[in-house]
């Protein structure tokens, strides 16, 4: 017999009353935490190490002027986007798993990285265009990639593994674009385009910051504001739809907020693999709630890409690796074990 979850009724003034998953809650807490200590950690490593006490100190306008030009100019803003690209990749990899009822819907299976990465190698290889370019021509790739997919997999509707299997369609044909975009690069521009494939955090700054975090500004309260539609949603099209929900509006308007965020967290940092696919499974998981879990997930993923581009600087040495080299192999380890239990619980 299970235990009932606790839950916590709290009522506002007007008459307002929300329910709160305790549990929930306590797991979006202990992540941002999580997500907070590894930031402060991150800032003080590299060549010129900074204890997590003077990072602090530095940070609230107390440092002296060479951990100032550290700390603000040099490795905050790297860790930033590290925690925006982290938290996008998250909530917009629970968007597609939520929207698809499928495990596997997430932004990587689905072709959404891929589909930025031929934006940015066209602009690299075809234009030889500046960094700011690229950015540009990754998010315009994402873009229109999610809306191929989208009327690819439209009929009456989007299904769940229709949209999942569209996506894979979709993915192996843009992939198949950007290896021969490779092929008619020169040596400078192929291996500007490799580095770049790789998913790093190497070199941002505050120009990649202000963006990211407008975007997040306004697309995860709107998110967040059609959770309840989307929870509804699981319950199948008819059931939501006579509860009230308009279904096509609110998985056409998270589509393009899963589309908007992922393809910015790609332009920001190339397409950093895999997270989309397990933050919102490794939340699920640690909420044990059935529902999308957007909050979690979006803890979730920029605890783990922060910590993965610490484990990037410091598990090898010298050999500083690109995050998306780490996130690509504990992915890969954790698709193939979510394969086998699918499989083996007899939904694929």
């Given at each position: 017999m299970k235990?009932p979850?606790?839950?916590r009724?709290l009522r506002t003034p007007g008459g307002l009353?929300?329910r709160?998953d305790v549990r929930?809650?306590?797991?979006v807490?202990?992540l941002l935490?999580a997500?907070?200590?590894?930031?402060?950690?991150?800032i003080g490593?590299?060549?010129?190490?900074?204890?997590?006490?003077?990072v602090?100190?530095t940070l609230?306008?107390d440092?002296?002027?060479?951990?100032?030009?550290i700390?603000?100019?040099l490795?905050l803003?790297?860790?930033?986007?590290g925690?925006l690209?982290?938290?996008?990749?998250g909530?917009?990899?629970?968007?597609?798993?939520?929207i698809s009822?499928?495990?596997?819907?997430?932004?990587?299976v689905?072709?959404l990285g891929?589909?930025?990465?031929?934006g940015a190698?066209t602009?690299?290889?075809?234009?030889?265009?500046s960094?700011?370019q690229v950015?540009?021509?990754?998010?315009?790739?994402?873009?229109?990639?999610?809306l191929?997919?989208?009327l690819?997999?439209?009929?009456r509707?989007?299904h769940?593994y229709?949209l999942?299997?569209?996506?894979?369609?979709v993915?192996a044909m843009?992939?198949?674009v950007n290896?021969y975009l490779?092929?008619?690069?020169d040596?400078?521009d192929?291996?500007?385009?490799?580095v770049?494939?790789?998913?790093?955090?190497?070199g941002?700054d505050w120009?990649q910051?202000w963006?990211?975090l407008?975007?997040?500004?306004?697309?995860v309260p709107?998110v967040?504001?059609?959770a309840?539609?989307?929870?509804?949603?699981?319950?199948?099209?008819?059931?939501?739809g006579?509860l009230g929900?308009?279904v096509?509006?609110?998985?056409?308007?998270?589509?393009?907020?899963?589309?908007?965020?992922?393809a910015?967290?790609?332009?920001a940092?190339?397409?950093?693999s895999?997270?989309?696919?397990t933050a919102?499974?490794l939340?699920r998981r640690?909420?044990?709630?059935p529902?999308p879990?957007?909050?979690?997930s979006?803890?979730m993923?920029?605890a783990?890409?922060?910590?993965?581009?610490?484990?990037?600087?410091?598990?090898?040495?010298?050999d500083?690796l690109?995050v998306?080299v780490?996130t690509?192999?504990?992915?890969?380890?954790?698709?193939?074990?979510?394969?086998?239990?699918?499989?083996?619980?007899?939904?694929?």
């Amino acid at each position: 017999m299970k235990t009932p979850r606790a839950h916590r009724v709290l009522r506002t003034p007007g008459g307002l009353s929300v329910r709160v998953d305790v549990r929930a809650l306590t797991v979006v807490g202990l992540l941002l935490v999580a997500a907070l200590a590894a930031s402060v950690v991150l800032i003080g490593t590299g060549d010129f190490p900074i204890p997590a006490a003077d990072v602090l100190k530095t940070l609230a306008g107390d440092g002296n002027a060479g951990q100032e030009f550290i700390v603000t100019e040099l490795r905050l803003p790297r860790v930033l986007v590290g925690l925006l690209v982290g938290a996008s990749l998250g909530l917009g990899g629970a968007l597609f798993q939520a929207i698809s009822r499928n495990p596997l819907g997430s932004p990587d299976v689905l072709g959404l990285g891929q589909g930025a990465t031929a934006g940015a190698l066209t602009v690299i290889v075809l234009m030889s265009g500046s960094s700011t370019q690229v950015t540009v021509g990754a998010l315009v790739g994402g873009l229109a990639t999610g809306l191929a997919i989208y009327l690819l997999a439209w009929k009456r509707g989007v299904h769940g593994y229709r949209l999942v299997l569209v996506g894979i369609g979709v993915s192996a044909m843009v992939t198949a674009v950007n290896g021969y975009l490779l092929t008619k690069a020169d040596l400078v521009d192929a291996t500007r385009a490799v580095v770049w494939m790789t998913g790093s955090l190497n070199g941002r700054d505050w120009s990649q910051v202000w963006p990211l975090l407008g975007l997040c500004a306004v697309l995860v309260p709107l998110v967040l504001a059609n959770a309840r539609g989307l929870r509804m949603m699981e319950m199948g099209d008819d059931v939501s739809g006579a509860l009230g929900v308009r279904v096509e509006r609110v998985r056409a308007l998270l589509m393009v907020a899963a589309v908007l965020l992922t393809a910015a967290a790609t332009a920001a940092a190339g397409p950093v693999s895999f997270v989309a696919l397990t933050a919102p499974q490794l939340a699920r998981r640690l909420t044990r709630s059935p529902g999308p879990n957007l909050l979690p997930s979006l803890c979730m993923g920029a605890a783990l890409l922060v910590t993965a581009d610490w484990v990037s600087q410091r598990a090898f040495g010298a050999d500083q690796l690109p995050v998306g080299v780490i996130t690509g192999v504990l992915g890969g380890v954790y698709l193939l074990w979510l394969l086998v239990t699918e499989r083996k619980a007899g939904r694929i």
